[in-house]
Every structure is written in structure tokens, then in C-alpha cells.
């Protein structure tokens, strides 16, 4: 019997077709960088600043340089509230880097509990306080590199210290600072760093001693991070702010 040989049927196409290539997304469009202050915009501003709180004050509570300097490292991710809150106890019995020293790193730790990072704050408090006795004659110095070199003391204390304490035309930018820098497009940065430069180079000196104050105190009750007051804004016509909701 002959044997009965079947061709192999061709395979069918398979009928998907090629995956087409996404289209690509076309790239989001940046938003038009502020138009930047003119330099009389920049003194009505802070004229008005001047005019509505001529001699603003600092909200963190200290007696002397030494106990400013403190409060200022103690207030690293803490509110001011909460600082003073603490250091009230604190500065009555330990206002001098001796008598800190003297209470010692456990009871120091004791009067700071309330505040976030009390355990390296404490340590950080008797180590600068023993590195003034030791290498600035108990005094705070006076220049931005020694005061940055003191344990838990940074840039930003440094800037707050010789401002407050010695009346330098200081900037020191916290995060009410960067944020109405960059917000209001006075001085826009990616840091800090250039925040301050941006801000040192447009305040007119006329300002600058109480600049800082002004904008942290603008920053912490009418700029605000979330639900900014617009409508009452000493400076909403100036601001640059997209959305400003006047």
C-alpha cells in the first residue's frame, strides 16, 4: 500500500500587526521665568515692610549673644515657639558657656526634651559652649567662619547671630526666607546659598538690617507654604507669584 504523504500546510500570518512605537508625549512647557524687580520695585516693597514695622523683633527669646547662639542651634526643625518654650528654664540657670558646662550635657538634655533632636542639640550645646571657653575667651566671635565652626552652628546661625547680635547686614534664609524669595520671584534660587546672594544683591543697605526679619516674618503669617493670605499681602501688586489669588 502506498504510503499517503501530506504536505505541510503553510503556517497562516499571524494577523496582530507590529506594535506600533508610542507617540512620543510632547515635553511640558516651562513656565516663563518672573520678570525680575527694578530696583525701585524692590525699595517700595520693603519701604512699605518699614513703614508697617519699623523695629521688627526676632521671635526666638535670648538675654545675651551666648544665649541667642543657643537658641538658634536649638531651633534646627523646631518651631520658635517650642525653643522658648524650653529654654526659658534653661537660659535662668545656664546664661554663660561656664555655667552650661557646669550643668552638664544630662541636664541640659533634661530642660530640652520637648524639642526634636534634644539628644544631639545637648551635645552640641556643651561642645561650643567648651570650645568658646576654650579658643574664644567665653565670648561669641564676630565673624561668620568662627561661628560656623563651632558644633551644630551653621551658615544660617551664623548669618542670624552676627544680625541680631551685632547688627551685621546679614541674610539669613530659613524656610519662610527661600520661600518668599522664590515665590514672590525677588530673589529665585534652587538653595538657600543662592537665595541669600540673590537677596543681598537686590535689598538696597538702607534694609538690610532688619531685611531678614521682615521676610521671615512675612513668610511665617502672610506667605504662607499652604493657603498664602494674597488679600492682605503688603506687597501683592509687586509679587510675581502666578497664582497670587488677587
Same mark, same amino acid.
Given at each position: 500500500m502506498a504510503k499517503i504523504i501530506r504536505?505541510?500546510?503553510p503556517k497562516a500570518k499571524s494577523s496582530k500587526a507590529a506594535p506600533r512605537k508610542a507617540a512620543a508625549r510632547p515635553a511640558p512647557r516651562k !513656565?516663563? %521665568?518672573? %520678570?525680575?524687580w527694578t530696583a525701585a520695585e524692590v525699595h517700595e516693597a520693603f519701604s512699605r515692610f518699614r513703614k508697617a514695622n519699623p523695629e521688627p523683633k526676632g521671635e526666638l527669646e535670648h538675654l545675651n549673644p551666648y544665649t541667642l547662639? +543657643?537658641? +538658634?542651634?536649638l531651633s534646627a526643625q523646631a518651631t520658635d515657639a517650642g525653643v522658648n518654650k524650653a529654654t526659658r528654664a534653661l537660659f535662668a540657670v545656664a546664661d554663660t558657656p561656664q555655667k552650661m558646662v557646669a550643668l552638664g550635657e544630662d541636664k541640659v538634655r533634661d530642660y530640652i526634651r520637648t524639642i526634636g533632636l534634644y539628644r544631639n542639640k545637648a551635645k552640641n550645646v556643651i561642645a561650643l559652649s567648651?570650645?568658646?571657653?576654650?579658643?574664644?575667651? !567665653?565670648? +561669641?566671635?564676630?565673624?561668620?567662619?568662627e561661628i560656623e565652626s563651632l558644633p551644630g552652628a551653621g551658615r544660617k546661625t551664623a548669618n542670624v547671630v552676627l544680625n541680631m547680635a551685632f547688627g551685621e547686614h546679614t541674610m539669613a534664609v530659613d524656610t519662610h526666607v527661600f520661600r518668599v524669595g522664590n515665590r514672590t520671584g525677588l530673589a529665585p534660587g534652587k538653595t538657600p546659598l543662592e537665595v541669600e546672594l540673590g537677596l543681598e544683591k537686590v535689598?538696597? !543697605?538702607e534694609f538690610m538690617l532688619h531685611a531678614h526679619h521682615w521676610l521671615i516674618l512675612h513668610g511665617r503669617y502672610t506667605c504662607l507654604a499652604r493657603g498664602p493670605r494674597c488679600e492682605v499681602c503688603l506687597i501683592n501688586d509687586l509679587c510675581r507669584w502666578p497664582e497670587k489669588t488677587v
Open positions: 504536505k505541510a500546510l !513656565s516663563p %521665568k518672573p %520678570k525680575p547662639l +543657643v537658641a +538658634v542651634v567648651e570650645k568658646l571657653i576654650g579658643e574664644f575667651g !567665653s565670648e +561669641v566671635p564676630r565673624t561668620r567662619a535689598i538696597p !543697605s
